[in-house]
């Protein structure tokens, strides 16, 4: 654990949040601008789908790769290698003229973005303390309400008014200001290296130790649960906004707008109820939450932009509110000495959740001969029922200084969800 004066742990937690908001705007950008996409490279919703994977699968298999040799480094400089390795992805990815180049591109973006969200994780879990890391990771998960309120409305302003390629460009710039500020900000991060490093050969046995523990598996188990529940449902809103409701790609800017400031000011206070209450206790109370917006959304009626807008807000916070808890249960799941193998794994698992959850989304939809796209409502319930079982599940997820909690017998889980 490293100690750190508190202004200088503040300044690297937003810095922090800065780089993690840049790595959700990439790939959060890619679903509003999923209409555009489609039309100009001539791709159905499969295809979208696969495109959006790519990049959370790949983020996943490095994200697990990270596993071996993520606490073989001096985590600064990890840190700023990998985030120069993401900006040229992103410079691939606004220069792609075709579907097989845009998978690539994206491909190459999970790459990096898997072992950067893992750095992340494993620099709050050594630089803040277990009491604190609730309201820490609240800060940093700010960065999806700010790419919600800024990056993801200005990237589709973009897209829709000049190219899809636009927002990447802008994120171009925007790595490249922030990998400067990392350079500045971020300091040596390194002690952990003071133990004798395992060596390569016994990297990999490691790695299927870490999934040999029923503590890690069961919380492994929690985050592919809820990150596959969000991605049935998350990838498809825009298309099928555009498609079903004839909502403008350009008014999609104002509904991720107004849902990032209402998911900005819910963030941190969320974090400070999981530290004050239990982070399981208010997970399970955000899924409960979640399930009404979730349905809402994949069962729309014939709806306009102003009653999208007013509920975007509940939607966002509902999907926000869910994460930070989550978020700050894993990082006191490993021992000190596997934190950082653990949380790249983790990671990993996020993002396959991730990719899985919109694969099967994108398989289970179709487009009819009006161009509507259907059976959204089959991904809901599907994504609602997995979401309420990740709310059970969770009572499995134990820290590693914490004796086993028991899950919550099935006649009390229902009684809390009514």
């Known amino acids: 654990m490293y100690s750190l004066p508190l202004p200088q742990e503040r300044r690297l937690l937003w810095l922090l949040m800065l780089t993690q908001f840049t790595l959700i705007m990439d790939f959060m950008v890619m679903m509003p601008l999923g209409p555009q996409i489609m039309h100009a490279l001539h791709v159905s919703p499969a295809q979208f789908a696969a495109a959006v994977s790519a990049y959370s699968i790949c983020a996943g298999l490095s994200g697990l790769l990270a596993a071996t040799y993520i606490d073989r480094f001096d985590r600064r400089k990890l840190l700023l290698a990998m985030y120069a390795l993401f900006a040229v992805s992103n410079l691939a990815c606004a220069l792609a003229d075709s579907y097989a180049l845009l998978l690539a591109s994206r491909a190459f973006a999970g790459i990096s973005g898997g072992v950067l969200s893992s750095i992340i994780m494993a620099i709050i879990a050594d630089v803040v303390p277990a009491q604190r890391r609730g309201v820490a990771t609240g800060t940093v998960m700010t960065s999806f309400a700010i790419a919600s309120v800024l990056g993801v409305p200005a990237g589709v302003l973009l897209g829709a008014h000049f190219h899809w390629s636009a927002p990447f460009w802008l994120l171009v710039a925007l790595s490249v200001l922030v990998w400067i500020g990392g350079s500045r900000l971020v300091p040596p991060l390194n002690q952990h290296l003071s133990r004798l490093p395992v060596p390569l050969s016994q990297a990999l046995p490691n790695l299927f130790k870490l999934f040999s523990s029923s503590r890690h598996l069961n919380a492994f188990a929690l985050t592919l649960m809820l990150t596959t529940s969000q991605m049935l449902v998350i990838p498809f809103i825009s298309p099928m906004l555009v498609a079903n409701h004839g909502i403008d790609p350009a008014q999609l800017s104002w509904m991720y707008m107004a849902g990032g400031v209402a998911a900005f000011f819910t963030s941190r206070l969320i974090g400070r109820l999981a530290d004050r209450y239990g982070k399981q206790l208010v997970y399970r109370i955000a899924v ?12 729309l009626p014939a709806v306009g932009f102003v009653a999208m807008l007013m509920f975007f807000p509940f939607f966002m916070v509902s999907m926000n509110g869910r994460m930070v808890p989550l978020q700050a249960l894993q990082t006191t799941v490993p021992q000190a000495a596997q934190r950082g193998a653990y949380l790249s794994a983790n990671s990993a698992m996020m993002s396959l959740g991730t990719g899985l959850g919109a694969w099967l989304g994108g398989l289970m939809l179709s487009t009819d001969a009006g161009g509507h796209i259907v059976g959204y409502g089959t991904v809901g319930w599907i994504a609602a029922a997995l ?22 017998p099935v006649a009390e889980e229902r009684s809390g969800a009514v």
């Open 288 to 299: 409960v939450v979640s399930l009404l917006p979730v349905l809402l959304i994949t069962h």
């Open 387 to 408: 979401a309420l079982c990740s709310a059970w599940w969770v009572g499995r997820v134990t820290s590693a200084d914490e004796p086993p909690l028991a899950p919550l």
